[in-house]
């Protein structure tokens, strides 16, 4: 009998190319392999035989195909696909700003904890005035306008109207002016009257809506803040707030319709600004009282125009 023992290494130089060392030592049960009988005295020899051999060698490999299997891992392909769905949903889940958005989205991953973002974790201005809005004193103001350092549009003679809009910017002082900042003059304008009587001037702008809907739409956010910086200028002025729909729906959904637009134009009025609540007299009328009554009640596209005067809410003063 004989026993092979076997030892060795093998580099992979390339995809192609490698080199082994490999050495073989063969155990054997005769002691005349080497042509010496063992001897108490005289010649060295073991009383059985042994042999070792070394080599050194280079393998190619020729030939198209995939690395050998030699070099393969059965699980590797599992386990780079376990770690690499680790890493995705590490992405996705991650945030190192805690702002809500996965660092996989977050166009800005080192916003300042507690600011407000938008849906790709920028701060959130809208205004776009350079103040975020959770320290923005007016975060609505009309876009290009000069703000001061609170954020707050800047109007130099106090008329309520911000200096980017107002077309008379030296208005006395008191002055009552319309949405231009131009003043107006008493004798040329229609009076509402109130509950004393009394003839009160105020001109307001007008709100509208689109189909069946009550959100109020950024191209009105400048009539909204006029309003606003009027009662601010003018503490003891209250306005009444009337919303109404076009003639599509039934009377009774567009009644609740003209509820939620204007007691959402008022509530934008009251959060963004701080108005007082009290200082307003909301009411809604549905499609009675129509600006342009007698339109069809079907959809179509040449009267839409027409159909648009009728869904708003109207801002008048009161006492």
């Not at 507690?114 to 975020?132: E, I, K, N």
Request: charged share 30%; proline share 7%.
């Amino acid at each position: 009998p004989m026993v092979n023992g076997v030892v060795g290494v093998r580099y992979r130089i390339s995809r192609r190319l490698e080199l082994e060392i490999e050495h073989r030592m063969a155990f054997s049960n005769d002691d005349l392999l080497d042509g010496q009988r063992y001897e108490e005295t005289g010649t060295l020899t073991r009383d059985f035989d042994t042999y070792h051999h070394t080599t050194i060698g280079l393998h190619l490999r020729l030939g198209k195909g995939e690395e050998s299997l030699w070099w393969t891992n059965p699980m590797a392909s599992i386990y780079s696909d376990v770690k690499d769905s680790k890493d995705i949903v590490k992405r996705f889940t991650d945030d190192m700003d805690n702002d809500g958005i996965p660092d996989l989205y977050d166009k800005e991953p080192d916003t300042p904890e507690g600011m407000p973002v938008d849906v790709q974790g920028r701060t959130l201005d809208s205004d776009r005035d350079g103040f975020p809005d959770n320290i923005d004193a007016e975060p609505f103001t009309p876009r290009d306008c000069d703000v001061d350092s609170k954020g707050l549009a800047l109007d130099s003679d106090s008329d309520g109207v911000p200096d980017c809009y107002d077309k008379e910017p030296g208005s006395n002082p008191g002055a009552l002016v319309d949405a231009k900042g131009i003043t107006i003059n008493l004798s040329d304008v229609p009076t509402q009257v109130s509950g004393d009587g009394m003839g009160n001037p105020c001109v307001l702008p007008i709100v509208y809506f689109d189909l069946n809907k009550d959100v109020i739409k950024p191209d009105f956010y400048p009539e909204l803040y006029y309003i606003a910086q009027l009662m601010k200028s003018n503490s003891s002025l209250k306005i009444q707030a009337i919303g109404y729909a076009d003639n599509r729906a039934d009377p009774d959904y567009n009644m609740g319709l003209s509820q939620r637009r204007v007691e959402n134009a008022v509530n934008f009025i009251i959060e963004t600004y701080g108005i007082d609540p009290g200082r307003f007299d909301i009411q809604y009328k549905g499609e009675d009282e129509a600006q342009i009554p007698g339109l069809p009640d079907n959809y179509n596209q040449t009267l839409e125009a027409l159909h648009l005067a009728n869904r708003r809410v109207e801002f008048e003063c009161v006492n």
